[in-house]
Each structure stands twice: as structure tokens, then as C-alpha cells.
């Protein structure tokens, strides 16, 4: 059967009260499987159990898609931007993403701001970078074993 989803991206999406969005990250962790984080807190961080993929999402289900985002997989490739909890990586192949980019869909860029750091296994913590910026570690092949997002309104 066929199914259209209606949905307007102009509606705001919730936020706290102290105007950040609510968005949750689910991350298929090396071994772990599939964990639901909130987007300031993402990974198991310096458990050495690095992220193979990722989705990020609205808490509201009846809240519009806000942000893009991206990934930079184990060979290098850089994922289209995508949207809408389409995973980005991979799931079970046991390899790592090492690097990743967020930024708000075009119809919200204008009020909201997307900072975002990375956590690597080498250790090393990346960032702040904002909308779209590339996140990697400046080692070669450094996992990604953590994510620190947030979505706020622009000031």
C-alpha cells in the first residue's frame, strides 16, 4: 500500500526551558546494539566501544524533522545529508564512524543554532563546531565513540 506523510516544517519545534530543542540520538554501539541517548550526552564515552552509526530525531513524534546530519564512515566516504531518522553508518559490521556534521534543515537555519562536539577514542575532544562544520578527530582513523549536540534558539 502506498502512504503519503503529511507533515508542515514551518510548526516550532518543542523546546525546554531554557530553549534548547528536544532531539534524542539513537547510536548503534560497537557490541551494544542500538542505545537511545539524549543529544547532549551520546555514547558510551571511554569505554572504547565506538559508533557505527546514528539517527537523529525529534523527541516530539508530531514535531517536524529540524536537523540534517551526516557521516564520515571507516573508508572515508562522506554520507549524503540526510534527515527524517534515516540511519546514517552502519549496522553490525563492526566498523567505525570517524566523523560526523549536524545542521538545521534550511527552513529552521534562520532560528536555530546547532553546536556540536566529538568524542574519539584517541582521547581527544573536537569542537565546538557549528552547523554543518565537519566533526573528526585530526588523528587518522580515530573512532567516534561519543556526540555532544545542541539545538538552541537563535538569539
Excluded: K
Amino acid at each position: 500500500a502506498l502512504a503519503i506523510d503529511v507533515r508542515r516544517i514551518d510548526v516550532p519545534l518543542a523546546t525546554n526551558p531554557d530553549g534548547m530543542a528536544s532531539i534524542q540520538v539513537m547510536a548503534h554501539v560497537r557490541q551494544l546494539g542500538d542505545l537511545f541517548f539524549p543529544a547532549e550526552s551520546v555514547g558510551p564515552l571511554g569505554a572504547e566501544l565506538w559508533i557505527e552509526a546514528f539517527v537523529v530525531t525529534g523527541i516530539d513524534s508530531g514535531s517536524p524533522s529540524l536537523l540534517e546530519y551526516r557521516g564520515i564512515t571507516s573508508d572515508g566516504f562522506e554520507t549524503p545529508w540526510l534527515t527524517d531518522s534515516v540511519l546514517c553508518g552502519s549496522r553490525g559490521r563492526g566498523t567505525p564512524l570517524l566523523g560526523f556534521a549536524v545542521r538545521p534543515r534550511v527552513a529552521f537555519a534562520r532560528t536555530r543554532v546547532c553546536t556540536y562536539w566529538g568524542h574519539f577514542s584517541s582521547g581527544r575532544r573536537i569542537g565546538p563546531l557549528s552547523d554543518g562544520s565537519l566533526c573528526r578527530s585530526d588523528l587518522p582513523d580515530d573512532p567516534l565513540e561519543g556526540i555532544e549536540l545542541r539545538v538552541t534558539t537563535r538569539g
